[in-house]
């Protein structure tokens, strides 16, 4: 079966880091484009970035470039979104989502459960 | 980049027909295919519709999509409603260097 294992909730404080994880399985991992999708509560879905883990070739959307980092570890087969200083505006439900073999762009076909984020003093 | 437009909320009767739109700001509707997502409360999003009209195994074919260059827009109808409808849809599209999501529609099975 082929799926995508996010880590779990997270609660953390403004300004420390993070990193959550999307594991898959049952397919090759490396040829296919792993996104993050960013759903804030009670709001639509927001594409935040796309990375390639046989190359590691990684896309951001311009609204957030610099604000998260993606990156993959083939190795273990998995995918991660982190930040380096959290905001209670990050806040939110974290899906990662397969997308093509091919092009970049296209269409996501199996979204892992969420992680949800919650930023708060 | 462009935006993808949704009627906010639809309702409908069970067994009825209702059609989603999702109109491109700018760029044609046509250059890019469109998926269609279906998120039901607490739940993933899953794929219903991809390439513009394709059905992911296991979506009933109650479930059809199609694109209208002429209003620059894309549709999903769901035919025979049905009570597990009720979910919020995005449609999804892309460009050369984003990914577009729709502004979302909150399906209700009156």
């Known amino acids: 079966e082929v799926q995508l294992v996010q880590s779990g909730a997270e609660v953390k404080k403004p300004g420390e880091s993070l990193k959550i994880s999307c594991k898959g399985s049952?397919?090759?991992?490396?040829?296919?484009?792993i996104g993050w999708v960013r759903q804030m509560p009670g709001k639509g879905l927001e594409w935040m970035g796309i990375?390639?883990?046989?190359?590691?070739?990684?896309r951001y959307s311009p609204s957030f470039q610099g604000q998260v980092t993606i990156s993959a570890d083939k190795s273990i087969s998995t995918a991660y979104l982190q930040w380096s200083s959290l905001k209670a505006s990050d806040t939110a439900m974290y899906y990662c989502?397969?997308?093509?073999?091919?092009?970049?762009?296209?269409?996501?076909?199996?979204w892992g459960q969420g992680t949800m984020v919650t930023v708060s003093s | 980049n462009f935006m993808l437009t949704q009627p906010h909320s639809v309702s409908e009767s069970p067994g009825k027909t209702v059609t989603i739109s999702c109109t491109r700001s700018?760029?044609?509707?046509?250059?890019?295919?469109v998926q269609w997502y279906q998120q039901r409360p607490g739940s993933s999003p899953t794929t219903v519709i991809y390439?513009?009209?394709?059905?992911p195994s296991g979506v009933p074919d109650r479930f059809s999509g199609s694109i209208d260059s002429s209003s620059n827009s894309a549709s999903l109808t769901i035919s025979g409603l049905k009570t597990e409808d009720e979910a919020d849809y995005y449609c999804?599209?892309?460009?050369?260097?984003?990914?577009?999501f729709g502004t979302g529609t909150k399906v209700t099975v009156l």
């Open positions: 989502a397969r997308g093509s073999s091919g092009y970049v762009f296209g269409a996501f076909d199996i």
């Open positions: 049952g397919y090759s991992f490396t040829s296919y484009w």
């Open positions: 990375i390639y883990p046989g190359d590691s070739d990684t």
């Open positions: 700018s760029g044609s509707i046509a250059s890019n295919y």
């Open positions: 390439e513009d009209n394709q059905r």
């Open positions: 999804q599209s892309y460009d050369s260097s984003s990914y577009v």
